[in-house]
């Protein structure tokens, strides 16, 4: 395995290896059809196959990891924290003093961020509201007829909106300082 820059020939793999790492976690309905391309994109390769990628957005001195994924054939041999390391490498000698990631309710990559030295520094609450729960919330305007909606909420308000919507997530933002 070699953890290397993403390449435009790797979209297929790294595609696959994507919906299928986000599959089975609270990030599941992210999976999409196309790259969409970030200022850092890093990729774990075995026999040039995409088996992990981590993508980071990089707009200053603060970088917000956008996706980390192992395929799932592949998890538990220290592909994320390859990724991860180089990652953290390259954005210091970039001048990044902070990174974070957006972590839905998802213990296992929360305990990963957590022994990578992130800590939980902000939380909201997402809400996916289906056609008749969005029909209680929201009016029809301008012709519109909302079939599904994904909404914010303060997580002081987490008991009410769980009485309310059948789908709701914790969402929290882990942070780490770097050097």
């Not at 992990?52 to 538990?76: N, S, Y």
């Not at 180089?86 to 970039?94: S, W």
């Not at 769980?162 to 300082?177: A, N, T, Y």
């Amino acid at each position: 395995m070699e953890v290397r820059d993403y390449e435009t020939a790797d979209e297929p793999s790294w595609l696959r290896c994507r919906a299928l790492g986000l599959l089975d976690t609270s990030h599941g309905d992210e999976a999409r059809q196309f790259k969409v391309r970030t200022d850092l994109e890093l990729v774990a390769a075995g026999d040039n196959v995409v088996i992990g990628l981590l993508d980071v957005a990089v707009p200053g001195a603060e970088a917000t990891i956008d996706v980390a994924v192992v395929h799932p054939d592949h998890r538990r041999r220290g592909i994320a924290s390859a990724l991860l390391g180089q990652a953290l490498q390259r954005l210091e000698r970039c001048g990044v003093h902070t990174v974070d990631a957006w972590v839905r309710d998802d213990e296992p990559a929360l305990a990963w961020f957590a022994r990578h030295g992130f800590v939980e520094a902000e939380q909201y609450l997402r809400i996916h509201a289906s056609a008749e729960e969005v029909g209680t919330v929201l009016s029809v305007k301008h012709g519109l007829e909302p079939v599904a909606a994904v909404l914010h909420a303060r997580v002081e308000r987490e008991t009410e909106m769980r009485h309310r919507f059948e789908r709701v997530q914790v969402c929290r933002r882990m942070v780490r300082v770097l050097a």
